[in-house]
């Protein structure tokens, strides 16, 4: 009986570290470039940051191996800026874009990196554990009309529904 509870136990805190149906990790994934700043250029909707404008996160190393992550957006409708830390480890391994990421206790969520601009590290596509979670982030505050185009055709194709897409004030 304790084994059982332990299984499922496992497999409940486990349950949201999966991956859309197509979407694949970019492989030879170099964490030290990764890291830093990144602005938030497009999403698509969720309680936790329903409202926001000016998000960006910042990754950096932790202690223990793991990284740090910290959220930051601007309510306008609050008008307070509201800032949320977190914890990445990596699923398998570590020159894969397949991360879990917790911002609550034990409880992680899948983040996937699914494109990635090789030379620079300039922009990332990035996926939660299914087709509702998708983000465009990129090293700078503004992108290419190209680049936009690009991140609804891709994500499109895999299954996201582009038509909810929200694009980020940035000012």
């Known amino acids: 009986m304790k084994w059982m509870i ?8 486990m349950g949201c570290v999966t991956k859309p149906q197509q979407v694949n990790p970019v492989q ?3 964490l030290q470039r990764y890291l830093g700043q990144w602005y938030e250029i497009a999403r698509l909707d969720h309680s936790f940051e329903r409202g926001m404008t000016q998000v960006t996160a910042e990754y950096s190393m932790r202690e223990d191996g793991g990284v740090r992550v910290l959220n930051r957006g601007y309510n306008r409708q609050s008008q ?3 800032d949320a830390e977190g914890k990445a480890y990596f699923v398998k391994s570590e020159d894969l874009g397949f991360l879990k990421v917790s911002f609550f206790g034990p409880f992680y969520g899948s983040y996937i990196v699914f494109e990635l601009e090789k030379d620079n590290y300039d922009y990332a596509f990035v996926s939660g554990p299914d087709h509702s979670y998708l983000w465009l982030l990129s090293r700078t505050p503004h992108v290419s009309d190209e680049l936009k185009q690009k991140f609804k055709s891709q994500a499109g194709e895999l299954g996201f529904n582009i038509n909810n897409l929200i694009w980020v004030e940035q000012d």
């Open 6 to 13: 332990t299984v499922l136990s496992c497999a409940v805190l």
């Open 28 to 30: 030879n994934f170099q």
């Open 80 to 82: 307070q800026w509201s």
